[in-house]
């Protein structure tokens, strides 16, 4: 009996093929390097491309599989293919000879003298994997001298996340690309765009200005129409007030530009009159750029398993990012923190057993806490201020009552001396210095939660009652804002507190 025929409507499942050996080449990739070997001798080839009057013969197959470009013109019903010879206008022979090859071999060549030709050829012929290999070669080539040259170019060249990495990179090293000639020639657009970013990388907001006027002053009669325009992306307001009045208002570009005077008058305004403010502004000017902001510290407390902790993080503002630092020496919890000459400074506490009178100190260029001379009284729940180059702990709690003492550190002579006492004793009062001056609100003494608000001025060593606050808290946060001072939170005894 004839054995009968498989059913070829139905495939069966082919046995596992032994594949090469790990020391043999891999197969695919031998068949292509025999084709690209028949394509050098112009066997088999079924097209020929010509740029420049040269001729290049090659696979019609070969360059769909590795082109969108060549699929779509041969796969497509376009006079190109049915043609045996494909003129490439415009484009360095050599430098398509080199594509050709990659779509063979997947090698090529990129160097500092063709890259700008073969990614310009690669984007036309859309062969992505060459892009990206030019993109990679030009991300290595960055400086702060090139990096916006580049950039124009990859966007002329559809190359998005490669433009998007320079954007980050000239933000990032803005300081050094605003000295360069790439940046005084640059459009207006291109330099509203560059400055216009919160996450610019400056030292203080002065650069920024700077940078637009020396642009403009590169060829004044073109571009001082365009000075309100990058103005307007400049966070004037958060200039100083010295460089607002001796700088900015008196340079003579800005005195001639009514739209100038407009935001220049802004920025006064939000300096002399902060009651006209509104801190939840939307708008881009009144708020300062990432860089400028210095780095918050959260040192010590209690942590979720109710132990006292030593441990210290920082906050980045840049990167919105929370990281671990070194840890303090003694486990501090209710303690007062300080910054004084650059250190950061943790003033008593408790450790759940004592009240504190120690006091550390942590340089954050050296990473390391060192103990400085303990205060005269153990304190904690302590308002700490820093005044006029020395640094205040104010109240607190000994372990048997709340205190109105207030000692005074003395960096140079590492000594805390006492200064003048407040009238109402107090833990946990909310701190703030301003206008030369050491502001005590609320806090407890120790029966009740308080409103009083006290005011010490060291050039007579007098404190003053203030009016008080329209609620009692404890355990608030303070801020300066501007020429006002704003009271946050707390406990009322009652409730904790969401107003200010």
Not at 441 to 464: A, K, M, Q
Request: charged share 25%.
């Amino acid at each position: 009996m004839a054995e009968s025929s498989p059913n070829l409507t139905e495939p069966r499942t082919p046995r596992p093929a032994a594949g090469p050996r790990d020391d043999e080449p891999d197969f695919s990739r031998t068949v292509l390097r025999k084709v690209h070997a028949l394509r050098c001798h112009r066997k088999l080839c079924d097209v020929v491309l010509r740029a420049g009057g040269r001729e290049i013969a090659t696979h019609r197959a070969v360059l769909s599989a590795s082109s969108s470009y060549f699929l779509a013109m041969f796969t497509h019903e376009l006079l190109e293919s049915e043609q045996e010879v494909v003129e490439i206008k415009d484009m360095n022979p050599d430098i398509l000879s080199s594509l050709v090859d990659f779509a063979y071999t997947g090698e090529i060549a990129v160097t500092v003298d063709n890259v700008q030709e073969v990614l310009s050829a690669a984007s036309l012929l859309q062969i992505s994997q060459v892009q990206d290999l030019c993109c990679d070669f030009l991300k290595k080539q960055l400086d702060a001298s090139n990096c916006l040259g580049i950039k124009c170019f990859a966007e002329a060249n559809g190359c998005s996340h490669l433009s998007e990495i320079i954007n980050e990179f000239a933000r990032q090293h803005f300081q050094e690309v605003a000295l360069g000639s790439e940046f005084l020639n640059n459009n207006c657009e291109s330099v509203a765009a560059l400055i216009s970013s919160s996450d610019l990388n400056v030292r203080k907001e002065e650069d920024v200005y700077l940078s637009v006027i020396q642009w403009v002053k590169q060829s004044p009669s073109e571009r001082a129409q365009h000075l309100p325009e990058l103005l307007n992306c400049v966070r004037l307001p958060m200039l100083s007030v010295p460089f607002l009045m001796n700088e900015v208002d008196r340079e003579p570009l800005i005195r001639d530009s009514i739209h100038c005077r407009d935001l220049v008058d802004e920025a006064k305004r939000f300096h002399l009159l902060p009651q006209g403010r509104d801190i939840r502004s939307a708008n881009p000017r009144f708020v300062p750029r990432k860089s400028t902001i210095s780095t918050l510290y959260a040192v010590g407390g209690k942590e979720s398993s109710e132990s006292i902790t030593r441990s210290v993080e920082s906050y980045n503002f840049k990167e919105d990012k929370w990281s671990e630092v070194t840890g303090m020496i003694v486990r501090r919890q209710q303690l007062g923190v300080g910054v004084l000459d650059g250190k950061v400074y943790a003033v008593g506490g408790s450790d759940g057993s004592l009240r504190l009178s120690s006091v550390e100190c942590f340089d954050t260029t050296t990473n390391f806490w060192s103990f400085v001379a303990p205060m005269s009284t153990c304190r904690s729940g302590v308002g700490v201020g820093v005044l006029g180059g020395a640094m205040y702990a104010a109240g607190g709690y000994d372990g048997r009552a709340c205190l109105n003492t207030v000692e005074r550190f003395d960096l140079d002579k590492n000594l805390w001396t006492p200064v003048a006492q407040m009238s109402t004793r107090r833990s946990f009062p909310g701190v703030a210095v301003f206008e030369g001056k050491l502001y005590i609100f609320g806090g407890n003494d120790g029966t009740s939660f308080l409103n009083v608000v006290e005011c010490y001025d060291p050039h007579i060593n007098r404190w003053c009652t203030l009016t008080s606050l329209n609620k009692p808290r404890a355990g608030i946060g303070v801020t300066v804002l501007g020429q006002q001072i704003f009271v946050a939170g707390g406990n009322d005894g009652t409730s904790r507190l969401d107003s200010f």
